[in-house]
């Protein structure tokens, strides 16, 4: 019973007769869409490929997305937002409702993740950048799901190997929202997935690019493959986008929008 809003990027060259890409992008904790559009460069990368990008807005103040037990809002139920979502859309607009991706930033990333594990059968890859992953344990998504994602070591917010909320979010944010208590180390959560998924024990190496370097999880279920970057002293940052201040280096090595698109274009629910 509330009412829910999202942007809605549109590209130049779309065709309505021609059902089109989806790509759903989550923005973070004290942001907006409009923001994380600026951020990541979706619909600058959308105008060139032709696909429609959603940006959703989250609720209460700060905004924020309910991506798990220890962080979001009582009465708000974001992955029925998603569905609710997905319907309003392919009612407005041509959606190829089998070439859906969704992603996010920081809070963002973790609903991307939280979205995988509820609504699985819906999307055909997600993606997670600085993700604020706070639960994994009751994740068990309805298929094995690809999964990208990009974090930084030296991220002052989510903590690269995960750990207690630091110290300096705790005091600030206490006084105007729930934080978080705990959240699940990037790595942690990625090797869980790739188990999940039923990938080979030991991924592959990426070749490293600057301060980026990259492991791959192959001999996946439904090749369902799992692939994550780690930024050498990267910040809470979107790899390639636009810089945020007070939060560390943002990599110019490597673009996560680029990236991301790239392996979401591997997968569909029609060949999965």
């Known amino acids: 019973d509330l009412d829910r809003c999202y942007l809605l990027y549109v590209p130049p060259g779309y065709d309505p007769a021609q059902p089109a890409p989806l790509v ?33 807005q989250g609720t209460s103040f700060p905004q924020r997305w309910d991506s798990g037990s220890t962080w979001g809002v009582s009465e708000v139920d974001d992955v029925q937002f998603f569905l609710d979502l997905l319907d309003d859309l392919t009612a407005l607009a041509a959606v190829d409702s089998s070439r ?10 973790g609903m991307s993740v939280h979205l995988g594990c509820e609504a699985a059968d819906r999307m055909a890859a997600i993606g997670s950048v600085s993700g604020a992953v706070v639960e994994l344990e009751d994740c068990s998504p309805a298929r094995p799901l690809p999964v990208m994602a990009f974090h930084g070591t030296a991220d002052p917010i989510v903590p ?5 909320e630091p110290g300096w979010l705790k005091r600030n944010v206490a006084s105007v929202a729930s934080a978080p208590n705990f959240f699940v180390g990037a790595p942690d959560w990625v090797a869980a ?39 050498e002293g990267g910040g809470h940052a979107w790899p390639g986008g636009m810089p945020l201040p007070f939060v560390g280096k943002t990599s110019k090595d490597i673009d996560a929008t680029e990236e991301l698109w790239s392996f979401f274009q591997g997968y569909s629910l029609v060949d999965q």
């Open 100 to 109: 859906i991706y969704v992603n996010g930033f920081s809070n963002g990333g």
């Open 193 to 231: 997935w790739a188990e999940n998924n039923g990938c080979d024990t030991e991924p592959e190496t990426i070749p490293p690019l600057g301060d980026t370097r990259g492991i791959r999880y192959t001999g996946c279920d439904k090749d369902a493959e799992v692939v994550f970057y780690t930024i």
């Open 24 to 56: 759903a992008s989550y923005h973070g904790w004290l942001s907006s869409p409009n923001t994380n559009r600026l951020l990541t460069g979706w619909s600058k990368l959308a105008e060139q490929k032709d696909f429609l990008v959603a940006f959703p």
């Open 160 to 164: 690269y190997e995960g750990g207690p």
